[in-house]
């Protein structure tokens, strides 16, 4: 645990993990008493706060039930290489999609010009998977351009 510091804009307090984690307070602040919460990063006028990826990779490790609610930067490294399933046309878009050990991973590929698709429309066509992302078919490679999501579908 560091020392006091009010410079840290990414701290979480408690009731802040519970909010990132959609799980009630009283639930986490159990947790942390008896040693099965995530590990303070420090402490802010003498209460600890926690970093959002230090409390999304603890709920990764430990809960895969709340999947959903984790960036995929934040998972487990997997230990099998992930199982393309394939890609499929709707819409104006094509959804490739993959099974990776943390779950159903899907990529929605629009086409430039669109700006924002559907995804609950989108996603009703498809099985739910754990994590979306879309991204805007580039006019060159590096052009890509890819926004991580987690829709509530």
């Not at 590990?39 to 003498?46: D, F, I, V």
């Not at 819409?91 to 629009?110: L, R």
Request: charged share 25%; glycine share 6%.
């Amino acid at each position: 645990m560091g020392d006091d510091s009010d410079d840290d804009p990414e701290g979480l307090d408690l009731a802040g993990c519970a909010t990132l984690l959609g799980q009630p307070r009283l639930l986490l602040w159990i947790w942390s008493k008896v040693g099965k919460f995530a590990s303070p990063a420090g402490t802010k006028n003498s209460r600890p706060f926690w970093h959002e990826d230090d409390v999304y990779r603890w709920a990764a490790r430990t809960h895969p039930e709340l999947i959903r609610r984790i960036p995929i930067r934040c998972w487990p490294d997997a230990e099998h290489p992930a199982t393309y399933h394939g890609a499929r046309e709707i819409e104006d878009a094509v959804i490739q999609t993959w099974k990776a050990d943390s779950g159903t991973v899907c990529v929605i590929w629009s086409r430039p010009e669109l700006n924002e698709l559907s995804l609950p429309h989108v996603a009703a066509e498809f099985p739910t998977p754990t994590h979306w992302s879309t991204c805007t078919a580039p006019s060159t490679f590096s052009d890509q351009r890819c926004q991580p999501r987690n829709p509530t579908i």
